[in-house]
């Protein structure tokens, strides 16, 4: 834990580093009661959803379904959207106490170590909204936090930020094929949350078409930045006092492009689906260069690497896993840019 946001932009990049903190109450809106949005506290993994019974019998995980991917210790969990759209928070314990957090509003997924003042805690939804995006709360202090900058903005903690651990939003078809020995997380009643009846009807998705639409959250959002349509994927990449984001509506699908974002070489690739990630180019001091090698692989260095792991799965490199250059998953683009409003705009004609 730090007492300044986790890897922020410095320089002349406007984003989280510039607010002060704590924000006024006022800048809050609420959104559902406390605790409407029931966390989950004891999550329950299996191979799949095979055999799930009672109310979940007819549930099931089909390749083209979304999932937050998670890789620790040589180990991968996947977290079904399905169910993070109704529960927003889970709290694990997967190679240390982990936070997984997804916001259907801004289609943000962001992963953390789930500890306050280097303790563990449990998370949960306040029910109110900054900016759109998802507040939760820590049960150990009763601090306010943003789930897409992972900083507390309200209470005792104010100004401290959890540390990031990288996670990809994929399907669970690609996350299969690049972790065939993943668990994934079966819905209430099989897990556990902070309600005693949390169960949700999870063969509905409750934000159908909103991915779509122009509007933003529930109201409470003037955003202006018509650069791209409020709902483009993009992923963000910040370092070195520039941001920059990359949509898919320049990407493309099975696509790669090498760039530089305040010094850092990176690498930004698209699955065939449309899956976003970004990569530091630099490997054992070497500053690769990539090229698309077919729907879900990169080729640089001699070697062939996962898109969505990152991981060169042949030669000289195989085993050797690329450092993530996004600290969260690909969001919409309206909620890059009411966290980072200088940011850059990836043009395929740059």
Same mark, same amino acid.
């Given at each position: ?52 019974? =009672? ?11 979304? /999932? ?31 936070? /997984?957090?997804?916001?259907? #509003? ?52 104010? =100004? ?115 899956? #976003? ?30 898109? /969505? ?42």
């Amino acid at each position: 834990m730090t007492d300044q946001p986790n890897s922020g932009p410095t320089g002349d990049v406007r984003g989280p580093a510039d607010y002060e903190f704590p924000i006024s109450r006022d800048q809050l809106n609420r959104g559902a009661p406390k605790d409407a949005i029931p966390a989950i506290v004891d999550p329950k993994f299996a191979d799949d959803w095979s055999d799930l019974g =009672g109310s979940s019998a007819a549930l099931s995980l089909s390749a083209e379904d979304d /999932v937050i991917g998670v890789e620790r210790d040589g180990e991968a969990r996947a977290y079904p959207l399905s169910i993070l759209n109704w529960h927003e928070v889970v709290n694990d314990e997967f190679a240390g106490p982990l936070l /997984v957090t997804y916001c259907p #509003l801004c289609g943000s997924g962001v992963t953390a170590e789930r500890r306050v003042d280097g303790e563990v805690t449990r998370f949960g939804v306040s029910g109110l909204l900054w900016n759109s995006d998802l507040v939760m709360y820590d049960e150990k202090t009763a601090s306010l936090w943003s789930q897409l900058i992972g900083t507390a903005i309200r209470g005792p903690r104010a =100004g401290t930020s959890l540390s990031f651990v990288p996670s990809t939003l994929t399907t669970w078809g690609a996350w299969t094929e690049t972790h065939p020995q993943t668990q994934v997380l079966l819905p209430p009643p099989e897990s556990g949350t902070i309600a005693e009846d949390g169960s949700r009807s999870y063969g509905r998705d409750p934000y159908r078409g909103y991915d779509s639409s122009e509007s933003i959250g529930i109201g409470y959002n003037d955003f202006q930045d018509d650069r791209l349509h409020p709902k483009a994927w993009v992923v963000g990449v910040r370092h070195g006092g520039q941001a920059k984001a990359y949509p898919t509506t320049e990407l493309g699908f099975d696509a790669t492009v090498e760039d530089t974002v305040g010094g850092l070489s990176i690498v930004v690739t698209t699955t065939d689906e449309g899956s #976003l990630a970004a990569y530091e180019r630099a490997v054992d001091d070497e500053t690769l260069s990539f090229s698309n090698a077919g729907p879900m692989h990169l080729r640089a260095g001699g070697s062939r690497w996962n898109k /969505v792991s990152g991981r060169a799965v042949d030669g000289p490199f195989e085993g050797t896993t690329l450092t993530r250059a996004n600290d969260r998953s690909e969001l919409f683009w309206f909620a890059w840019a009411d966290f980072y409003p200088d940011t850059e705009v990836y043009r395929s004609d740059e």
